[in-house]
């Protein structure tokens, strides 16, 4: 079935860094793929999507690129706030959502 | 618009008893979906109600179930509570599932079993 593999964390960076988050997908066709985010005691958000090849989700300063010939769907932020600090989802979906094992990121300030 | 609403919040529950945990979607929105969040296994999906029938299913044990309502309002009911029933369930809904504009995800319910 379809899986999603996304870089563990912790990860800790200080304001203003860039971000990288990996995320790679195994998947038959073409699926949607989506990043989420979770703030402390709270539910998910959609920070992102992208549905098809090449597509460039962005939102908030975040951006990921969907990469069919890598299977990849790597988040990027060019400089992180202290208020970036969440856990991430990479997901993707064929008749349902599957998501990683989330990576939580810290911003020192 | 308002979003998705699950309640309670927070339930603490004693081993063997059962619990009803319930969600109202975005006004609109037909499907809803569920999922299990723990620290260990992650998120992990129960299952799905399209128009009050079951449309997917995650490999949970059947002590797990769910409805759906003509409102679209869904319940989700665990039966005989174990100790690592313990979780955030958190409930999403889209308006067909089947879109390609991803879940909008509500706050969760916090179940501790003891």
């Known amino acids: 079935g379809d899986s999603v593999t996304q870089m563990e964390g912790p990860v800790t960076l200080s304001e203003e860094a860039f971000l990288t988050i990996n995320c790679t997908y195994t998947?038959?066709?073409?699926?949607?793929l989506f990043w989420y985010v979770q703030y402390p005691g709270e539910g998910l958000q959609l920070l992102l999507k992208?549905?098809?090849?090449?597509d460039k989700g962005s939102n908030k300063g975040f951006e990921a690129t969907y990469r069919k010939e890598t299977t990849s769907f790597h988040l990027e932020k060019g400089s992180v706030q202290v208020s970036d600090s969440a856990v991430y989802f990479c997901?993707?979906?064929?008749?349902?959502?599957?998501f990683g094992k989330g990576t939580r990121l810290h911003i020192l300030p | 618009k308002a979003g998705v609403t699950q309640t309670p919040r927070y339930l603490i529950k004693t081993r063997g008893q059962q619990v009803t945990l319930s969600c109202s979607p975005i006004?609109?929105?037909?499907?809803v979906s569920w999922y299990q969040q723990t620290p260990g296994q992650g998120l992990q999906f129960l299952f799905e109600?399209?128009?009050?029938?079951?449309?997917n299913k995650g490999n949970f044990p059947g002590r797990f179930s769910g409805r759906q309502f003509s409102n679209s309002r869904s319940e989700m009911n665990v039966s005989t509570l174990e100790l690592g029933d313990s979780a955030l369930y958190l409930c999403?809904?889209?308006?067909?599932?089947?879109?390609?504009?991803?879940?909008?995800f509500g706050s969760g319910t916090r179940l501790t079993v003891v």
């Open positions: 992208a549905t098809k090849a090449d």
């Open positions: 997901a993707t979906r064929d008749d349902k959502i599957i």
């Open positions: 006004s609109g929105h037909r499907s």
């Open positions: 109600y399209f128009s009050e029938t079951q449309r």
């Open positions: 999403a809904s889209s308006l067909s599932g089947l879109d390609l504009g991803g879940y909008t």
């Open positions: 998947a038959t066709g073409y699926p949607s």
